[in-house]
């Protein structure tokens, strides 16, 4: 299993463009989630999904879109980036015999100028 | 959610065990203590987690307290690899984890 994916692992964006950030894990994992880490700081959830179908917004969701059509896909849209949306974007999931245990992807690298 | 507090640093010598404590006094029956780690830039890495009991795995051990009020994850042999920010958190469920800004483990030669 390659667990979570995230690509890309770095890119740099100027203001007012868009991206999207995806995410995949091939764990059969219900849950998924994204979180955003900014230097010297702890993780804040941004939006995360029960389910196909199904998200719901976290501790930071604004400027922020995702959609969930698949379990294995959970891809999160920037719109209009911002200087203050600089940041180190990590995915996970958790599910399965595990669902205490949230699995992280290596995250992405967003650099907005 | 029960706020959680940490030091923010600590060093521990090689080969001996890291003793790293967790203060969250508002705790409540049904939530849990995690315990996650991140390596220099890399995604964190689930732990160890419990309820009541004191539990053990590959990785560490974790010790709460009676009244639950606090905890102490152990790494019985400190390697330099241990030299990460590790997370305590206090959570009802899997999901929706507050990862604070942790300690920062630094493992010396």
């Known amino acids: 299993n390659a667990g979570v994916t995230q690509t890309p692992k770095f890119r740099i964006l100027k203001i007012g463009q868009s991206m999207t950030l995806q995410c995949t894990q091939d764990?059969?994992?219900?849950?998924m989630y994204w979180y955003r880490q900014d230097p010297g700081m702890g993780l804040k959830l941004i939006y995360y999904?029960?389910?196909?179908?199904?998200?719901d917004k976290g501790e930071v969701p604004n400027g922020y879109n995702v959609s969930r059509s698949t379990t294995e896909d959970f891809p999160l849209r920037l719109e209009l980036a911002a200087p203050s949306q600089t940041s180190v974007y990590f995915c996970?999931?958790?599910?399965?015999?595990?669902?205490?245990?949230?699995?992280f992807g290596p995250g992405t690298r967003l650099t907005v100028t | 959610d029960a706020k959680t507090t940490q030091p923010p640093s600590m060093d521990c010598a090689e080969g001996r065990a890291a003793n790293l404590p967790c203060n969250h006094s508002?705790?409540?029956?049904?939530?849990?203590v995690y315990w996650y780690r991140q390596i220099h830039s890399q995604g964190p890495q689930y732990i160890i987690h419990?309820?009541?009991n004191n539990e053990t795995n590959e990785m560490a051990s974790l010790i709460i307290t009676e009244d639950r009020k606090s905890s102490t994850l152990i790494l019985p042999h400190a390697t330099l690899r241990d030299t990460a920010v590790y997370y305590c958190?206090?959570?009802?469920?899997?999901?929706?984890?507050?990862f604070g800004t942790g300690t920062r483990l630094t493992v010396i030669p």
């Open positions: 508002t705790i409540s029956g049904n939530e849990y």
């Open positions: 999904s029960v389910g196909a179908g199904i998200t």
């Open positions: 996970a999931s958790s599910g399965g015999t595990s669902i205490y245990e949230q699995y």
């Open positions: 958190i206090v959570r009802t469920g899997a999901n929706n984890l507050f």
């Open positions: 419990g309820l009541k």
């Open positions: 764990m059969n994992h219900n849950y």
